[in-house]
């Protein structure tokens, strides 16, 4: 199992990021997937769910401001964030909210003017 994150970067409060997340080796469709966000000195966090029907959820601090999406036939996951925040720093990971895998190494975004 292997989860590669890209689209992270510096940009200005109130700009947009979106991050992809290309799974591999297992079988991506059936599987709840999660964007999980890890801010300095602090623990990983679940910020975005979705299931493999499309089902969606999110935490209070990111409702409104980000959206999950995936494409089952290129077993990727998406996280459209927008209306960025200071706050909203953080190395994001994806991962299976249930049944979780080996970590990928994440990409880094930071909200900073």
């Known amino acids: 199992v292997q989860f590669v994150e890209s689209g992270g970067g510096l940009v200005q409060p109130g700009g947009s990021l979106r991050l992809s997340c290309a799974a591999s080796?297992?079988?991506?469709?059936?599987?709840?997937m999660g964007w999980y966000q890890q801010a300095p000195g602090k623990q990983r966090e679940l910020a975005a769910r979705i299931s493999g029907g499309g089902r969606t959820n999110y935490t209070n601090s990111v409702k409104g401001r980000f959206t999950i999406s995936r494409d089952n036939a290129k077993n990727t996951v998406y996280l459209q964030m927008n209306s960025l925040k200071p706050e909203d720093t953080a190395v994001y990971y994806c991962?299976?909210?249930?049944?979780?895998?080996?970590w990928g190494q994440g990409t880094q975004v930071t909200v900073s003017s």
């Open positions: 080796g297992f079988f991506f469709s059936i599987y709840t």
């Open positions: 991962n299976r909210v249930d049944n979780e895998a080996s």
